[in-house]
């Protein structure tokens, strides 16, 4: 497995290999201190991509908000490197922050409308870097396919506008949620908690299957949806709720009935961590 730190090499990688006519490229982004959830992705990419797959591991200072976690986000890269090698990763792309924002830079990505909805109202400016970076990645590795996890659903939603408008000729793989046992989803931040947050956090997951198990009884009102998932985090009153939402997949905007492909998304405050969790409702 190669470890790449400029662009340059990256480009040189990929396009190598369309030189020797081999098949689909893979990327999959992500911020390092992988786990279960990226290695999931890894292995997908492999399924589709053989021999051909990309990790880039860096983490993205424009996503983060002045008051966020940047300084202490979990960063693990020699262990990150193992589990992507094992999942089947052929190339580590690990830039520095001056590679990817060079001295100067000036050009941002924002997708209109979508960065301002559900992650992106309570995290201004958080769509932004995302688009931004993940935008960088893909002109510099140049893939036919991106794998992404639903846990981000509302990212994706962004990334699937940016890729069409953009005209891009990457293709966005979306990949399912990966559980701990007792349901939490996987998340690097989830090492922040502690025993008792731990538990509190399955509030999250708790409220995700009450609304899956009413809509599978034949429940698509929005509102009778999304107040028995208030109710489950009414049990837990140190958790804070950012938004309980059911909307559209596609433009992000509130909906009032379920219908297929619907997204139900969950975020909250679990002591000094925010979680996530969602389903598309069938």
Wanted: net charge neutral; with cysteine.
């Amino acid at each position: 497995m190669q470890i790449l730190h400029t662009v340059d090499e990256l480009r040189a990688w990929s396009r190598g290999l369309r030189c020797k006519g081999a098949g689909m490229i893979g990327l999959v982004p992500t911020m390092g201190a992988l786990h279960e959830g990226h290695a999931s992705l890894i292995r997908a990419a492999e399924q589709q991509c053989r021999g051909r797959v990309a990790v880039s591991i860096f983490v993205n200072p424009t996503q983060f908000g002045p008051n966020e976690d940047f300084a202490r986000y979990p960063r693990t890269f020699g262990a990150d490197c193992e589990i992507a090698e094992r999942a089947g990763a052929n190339v580590i792309f690990a830039p520095g922050v001056e590679e990817m924002y060079p001295a100067g830079a000036a050009t941002f990505v924002d997708v209109e409308g979508l960065s301002e909805r559900l992650d992106g109202q309570s995290r201004p400016g958080h769509f932004r870097g995302v688009a931004t970076v993940v935008a960088k990645l893909l002109i510099a590795a140049e893939p036919d396919l991106a794998f992404f996890g639903q846990k981000d659903a509302a990212q994706v939603a962004v990334l699937r506008k940016l890729v069409a408008d953009l005209r891009l000729g990457t293709r966005l793989v979306v990949c399912p949620i990966v559980r701990e046992p007792d349901g939490l989803a996987m998340s690097s931040r989830n090492v922040y908690l502690s025993a008792e947050e731990r538990k509190q956090a399955l509030a999250l997951c708790r409220a995700v299957r009450c609304v899956e198990q009413m809509r599978s009884n034949g429940q698509r009102a929005a509102p009778s949806l999304v107040e028995a998932a208030r109710k489950i985090f009414a049990e837990e009153p140190a958790v804070r709720v950012d938004y309980v939402e059911l909307v559209n997949w596609e433009t992000l905007l509130p909906t009032n009935t379920a219908g297929p492909g619907t997204l139900f998304a969950v975020a909250a405050w679990v002591g000094d961590t925010r979680l996530i969790d969602n389903t598309i409702l069938k």
